[in-house]
């Protein structure tokens, strides 16, 4: 599986972004999928999770009520909308793919993804 992420970019506080993450090589609606981001000098952090059909979604703590993942099973595609926006949110965003069903029980977790993109920017000017 082949993980292509893009949509980062340069905004301001408050502004919004929307991510896309395309898979391809697999069957993407056998995919668990998340979004981690990793600012420089810290570890890779979990922001958001989405089932295989996209009815249970988790989030990270400092993003609830202000991103959303979602999915298209027809296009591949996951997806992070981002609003309200803050300086805190700078990182390359990344997201994951996991083949395995105990992900649903550890989603923040790193170790639980097989896959990986290779991150997209996204940078917040106050």
């Known amino acids: 599986v082949q993980l292509q992420a893009s949509g980062g970019g340069l905004v301001q506080a408050g502004g919004s972004l929307r991510l896309s993450c395309e898979a391809s090589?697999?069957?993407?609606?056998?995919?668990?999928m998340a979004w981690f981001l990793q600012a420089p000098g810290k570890e890779r952090e979990f922001v958001a999770f989405?089932?295989?059909?996209?009815?249970?979604?988790i989030y990270g703590d400092s993003v609830k009520g202000r991103f959303t993942i979602s999915r298209d099973n027809a296009k591949n595609t996951v997806y992070l909308q981002m609003n309200s926006l803050k300086p805190e949110d700078t990182a390359v965003y990344y997201c994951?793919?996991?083949?395995?069903?105990?992900?649903?029980?550890?989603?923040?977790?790193?170790?639980?993804?097989?896959?990986w993109g290779q991150g997209t920017q996204v940078t917040v000017s106050s």
């Open positions: 989405i089932n295989w059909s996209g009815g249970n979604t």
């Open positions: 090589g697999g069957t993407f609606s056998s995919l668990l």
């Open positions: 994951a793919a996991s083949t395995a069903k105990v992900a649903t029980l550890y989603p923040g977790r790193v170790s639980m993804y097989d896959y």
